[in-house]
């Protein structure tokens, strides 16, 4: 099992979403979070005062999948959540070693 961690642009939600559904992903989390990389963030003028916005609203997804599943699931997140521009964000990832579903007690990739 894999931990498959996205960082995207928030406007690319939907369409990441559906890929993942077209290729059997079942669930995934999102966080809002806030980051920069190359991109290093922008200037913005408010109220006439300019000022540094180093950190750009990005949102995370977390999926955790089958081994079998992790080549469709990048591929479509690759696929729908590129521009082509700065920013585009990330994928990582990363083992998985146990899942338990509360409710059940299933464990593994019953559990998924």
Do not use: C, N, W
Not at 45 to 68: M, S, W
Not at 71 to 99: H, P, W, Y
């Amino acid at each position: 099992m894999k931990m498959v961690t996205a960082i995207i642009k928030p406007f690319k939600l939907d369409d990441v979403r559906e890929a993942l559904s077209e290729v059997g992903v079942t669930g995934i989390t999102v966080t809002e979070v806030k980051g920069f990389g190359r991109q290093k963030g922008h200037t913005e003028l408010y109220r006439g005062a300019e000022y540094v916005v180093d950190f750009l609203p990005k949102l995370k997804l977390e999926i955790a999948i089958a081994d079998d599943q992790v080549e469709r699931a990048v591929e479509a997140i690759m696929q729908a959540a590129a521009t082509g521009k700065i920013g585009d964000g990330k994928i990582f990832i990363s083992e998985l070693e146990r899942v338990i579903r509360i409710r059940t007690g299933e464990v593994d990739e019953d559990a998924l």
